[in-house]
């Protein structure tokens, strides 16, 4: 892919996780079990780079991994990518499937309305 397509996808996962983290707010982002809620935001998060996405965090991470794989040009970090990204994808339905209960008909309104994981896909 080569080292402009690597810096592009690793700024572009990096502006995302970041806008993630806007979002949400930082303790929430890094999902602190201790974190109070933050009276400001709704419990379900619906704007931002979640009406892109249902699962940001994981497209941003997802982008990351295969841009520092392209950047770097390792065989063994392709590897990881490979180990990874599938885990990630299993992880997000979960997170799905838990929300849909947690949330009920207002998630599946939402889960129907914005794409799983790649914006311009259902």
Known sequence: ????????????????????????????????????????????????????????QTLGLILLLVGGAAF????????IVLLLVPLLVVRARQDDHRLAARFGAAYERYRRAVPFLVPWRA
Do not use: Q
């Not at 930082?26 to 935001?41: F, Q, S």
């Not at 770097?72 to 590897?79: C, N």
């Open 72 to 79: 770097a040009a390792r065989l063994g970090l392709w590897l």
């Open 1 to 56: 892919m080569g080292v402009i397509a690597g810096v592009a996808l690793l700024l572009l996962g990096a502006a995302l996780e970041l806008w993630t983290a806007l979002a949400l707010g930082v303790r929430r982002w890094l999902d602190l079990g201790t974190a109070a809620p933050d009276p400001a935001l709704p419990t379900l998060v619906l704007g931002g780079p979640f009406g892109l996405t249902r699962h940001p």
